[in-house]
């Protein structure tokens, strides 16, 4: 009594785990291929990132999504966090750049 289960492990040959890797140009720092998108569609979820000036990017992927997809939503979104940014017009406070020591310009030469 009692069949023998046949344990039919397929020999998974060379690693195709790996989820799907693209790059692109950054648009934040320009550099071609720094951008590398990492779809993970058993987890549905894509990654972006650019491993020059950092900039990060997560969105959901499904069946149809393409690493292309995942690029141009990043310039989206990029896009109205800018717009935001500028018709929001907060007094960001920014200081990452010094201000310029206030010239003053035209004292009284005469
Ligand atoms: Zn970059």
Redesign the pocket.
């Known amino acids: 009594m009692g069949k023998r289960k046949k344990s039919s492990r397929k020999p998974q040959g060379p690693r195709r785990k790996d989820p799907l890797e693209t790059t692109f140009t950054?648009l934040?720092?320009h550099?071609d291929k720094?951008?590398t998108v990492r779809l993970d569609r058993k987890e549905g979820i894509a990654q972006l990132f650019?491993k020059?000036?950092d900039?990060r990017y997560q969105s959901k992927v499904n069946h149809l999504t393409e690493p292309i997809d995942i690029y141009s939503e990043w310039i989206d979104a990029a896009d109205a966090a800018e717009r935001e940014t500028t018709s929001t017009r907060r007094p960001a406070a920014s200081s990452s750049r010094p201000a310029p020591a206030a010239v003053s310009f035209g004292s009284d030469e005469e």
């Open positions: 950054c934040f720092c550099h720094s951008v650019c020059v000036c900039q």
